[in-house]
């Protein structure tokens, strides 16, 4: 590999990425992996499409005891530094409101996401089978909307109603499928990429000092928008089109192989 610049921060999906979903763990070289990186300074940080109150354990753990600094929830929507809010971008309640109703009349199954945490408006089976097998957290509170700024919006349904949905919509949303049964929904402009920059520009950087890790659709513009993106092997096969580096699988310690590899940490 030639001399590449270092990265002056590198941000980290969760899923997939960072944490083994379905084992419930963060592989032992990844740990590793972000001190070795935080001993040189350069950044960590979280960009994930989860909020606070569904972050896994071992992710809070990490956040508390590794130093991971910035992390940017709900695809961009929302990016605390150090713990505290650097930027949001809130939708309108005009437009949550003509989500929900649209979903209301047609009996879809949906909810919302503030950066606390996630409720749920309309119930059913895909609602349960969804948020169970990616262990994510919700209340019951058809009122949220009306309460708190809501940053997305979320739909339980399978693929074949997402063109039907897709064509009801607002021109100025999106639809981003996180699982067979659920779907992210938030402005077309609204990605991990666009918290990201604007919450460098806070800390005096760009998107040209950063680097990415991910796996899913909803790291798309991220993978492609940094100076340097990497993808995971069991990724989606979209996303690899845009990759600059397809590492190995988080089962294979693919974020430490990876580094290593770069010559961006020391082998331990």
């Known amino acids: 590999m030639g001399m590449m610049n270092p990265p002056k921060i590198i ?15 963060i592989p032992e070289s990844t740990l590793y992996a972000l001190d070795a990186l935080r001993k040189q300074g350069i950044i960590t940080a979280i960009a994930t499409g989860r909020t606070l109150s569904v972050l896994p ?9 590794q130093g991971i600094d910035m992390v940017a929830i709900i695809n961009g ?10 930027v949001s971008f809130a939708l309108d309640a005009d437009t949550v409101e003509n ?38 957290a919700y209340q019951y509170n058809p009122a949220h909307q ?8 979320l ?11 897709a064509s009801m919509l607002p021109e100025h949303l999106k639809l981003v499928r996180w699982h067979r049964l659920g779907v992210d929904i938030l402005p077309r402009e609204g990605s991990k990429a666009r918290g990201i920059a604007a919450a460098l520009q806070q800390l005096d950087l760009t998107l040209h000092d950063a680097w990415a890790f991910g796996d899913g659709h909803n790291d798309l513009e991220m993978i492609q928008e940094v100076a340097f993106g ?27 192989h990876c580094l290593v590899q770069l010559g961006i940490i020391q082998a331990r």
Do not use: W
Request: contains cysteine; hydrophobic residues 35%.
């Open 155 to 165: 739909g339980f349904y399978p693929e074949e109603y997402d063109a039907h949905v």
């Open 77 to 86: 929507q929302y990016v605390q530094y150090q713990g505290k809010e650097l």
């Open 99 to 136: 989500v929900a109703n649209y979903f209301r009349t047609n009996n879809i199954a949906h909810g919302f996401v503030d950066e606390q945490g996630i409720s749920v408006a309309l119930m059913n089976d895909f609602v349960h089978q969804s948020c169970q097998e990616t262990r994510v």
């Open 57 to 65: 354990e071992q992710i809070r753990q990490l956040i508390a005891k």
């Open 230 to 256: 990497v993808v995971m092997a069991d990724g989606e096969e979209i996303l690899k089109t845009y990759a600059d580096y397809v590492c190995p699988s988080a089962k294979e310690d693919g974020i430490y």
């Open 146 to 153: 009306y309460e708190r700024p809501i940053y997305q919006i």
């Open 11 to 25: 941000f980290f999906d969760i899923d997939n990425t960072l944490y083994i979903t379905k084992e419930n763990r």
